[in-house]
């Protein structure tokens, strides 16, 4: 079985147990002693950023939001099924951030820059301009001015040390590439893109067709095949890709964090700088009436029990402690912490 940690691990830093007594399970956030952030961290990357509004620090680190789109009301209603304009309603905190008050959820499409003084890292990267969307027709060929924001945040495609997907679903990884003179070509020509090798493998396979699981239906494959031809197989052309294990430290202070479920090897990222503690969600909590209501998953995931239980265990490791959220579809304000709130969790934005 794999949980957030894995037996695989080298050396696992931090052990924490949790989940009770009869299904004890070791979970690995990272490493809030082994850093050793400001020695010989190198000059920082980005001094001229312009002050963003949406932007958080964890320790030495700034991680700035930058906004693909926001995703047309209605559009991804009964992706959570259980999410009835009733059921929503229901639950107060999610309005109007994520919530419209007749009980729609809202959702976005966003990337996190993380940036720690000696790297910068691109944290999923939306749908991107001009891709084939199959999954979603009216997100295909879109033309929006995502590289603008990312300059408005203050960062230019060639100052991206390492890009991160979280998962190879078609909208974590879209900007990877853009269409020049007809030809897909990576977007940041001095990143190392980061994939984890049983996610790029499991999706590899789905693209050319073997037998996986029957979450793996024709939409899933054919969308699949847009992915890599358009956004994957560029990169490792360029000799860009990097495949890496599961929960691999990225650079110094940012590390993939295994959490299955949307996809049988999703990871967030656990970021961490002067024991301060962020964690970037990616799929794992797709939209924030899962933190009151855990047991709520995506159609979308690949094993909606497995999604369930992870998420369960994660907010009670986190609820009312320091660790910062990053949600990744998160409308709104996007960060915040969980607290507990009878008998469940909610979120606080910050
Ligand atoms: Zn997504």
């Given amino acids: 079985m794999r ?33 050793e952030v400001g020695a010989e961290a190198g000059e920082p990357v980005c001094r001229e950023r312009k002050r963003m509004t949406n932007s958080w620090t964890i320790g030495d680190f700034t991680i700035t939001q930058v906004v693909e789109m926001a995703i047309e009301v209605g559009e991804l209603d009964g992706l959570i099924k259980e999410a009835t304009p009733e059921a929503v309603k229901d639950i107060g905190w999610l309005y109007p951030d994520y919530a419209t008050e007749s009980g729609q959820t809202l959702w976005s499409v ?120 358009e956004s994957i197989d560029p990169c490792v052309d360029a000799g860009l890709l990097d495949l890496v294990p599961m929960n691999h430290l990225v650079c110094e202070g940012v590390r993939y964090t295994s959490t299955p479920g949307h996809t049988q090897f999703h990871h967030s990222l656990t970021i961490e ?39 369960r265990e994660f907010l009670e490791y986190v609820a009312d402690g320091d660790v910062l959220l990053f949600g990744t579809h998160f409308a709104g304000h996007s960060v915040g912490r969980i607290v507990s709130d009878d008998n469940t969790f909610k979120f606080v934005a910050v």
């Fill in 273 to 311: 700088s002067q024991g301060e503690v962020g964690f970037i969600t990616g799929d794992f909590i797709h939209h924030p009436i899962q933190i009151a209501r855990p047991s709520w998953s995506s159609q979308s995931d690949w094993d909606r029990g497995i999604s369930a239980e992870r998420r």
């Fill in 3 to 35: 949980h957030f940690g894995s037996d695989a691990l080298p050396e696992p830093e931090v052990r924490v147990e949790f989940g009770g007594s009869q299904h004890r399970k070791a979970v690995q956030f990272g490493n809030p002693t082994g850093l």
């Fill in 110 to 229: 966003h990337s996190y820059v993380v940036d720690t003084g000696a790297a910068v890292v691109l944290v999923d990267t939306g749908c991107g301009n001009h891709k084939h969307i199959p999954l979603v027709p009216a997100w295909s060929d879109m033309n929006t001015s995502y590289l603008e924001r990312l300059a408005e945040a203050g960062y230019a495609p060639e100052q991206i040390d390492y890009v991160v997907a979280t998962h190879l679903h078609f909208d974590h990884v879209g900007w990877n590439t853009v269409l020049r003179n007809r030809h897909w070509e990576p977007t940041f020509p001095n990143a190392r893109y980061c994939v984890v090798k049983d996610e790029f493998e499991y999706f590899l396979g789905l693209a050319e067709g073997k037998p996986l699981s029957e979450h793996a239906d024709a939409d899933l494959r054919l969308q699949t095949r847009f992915l890599f031809e």
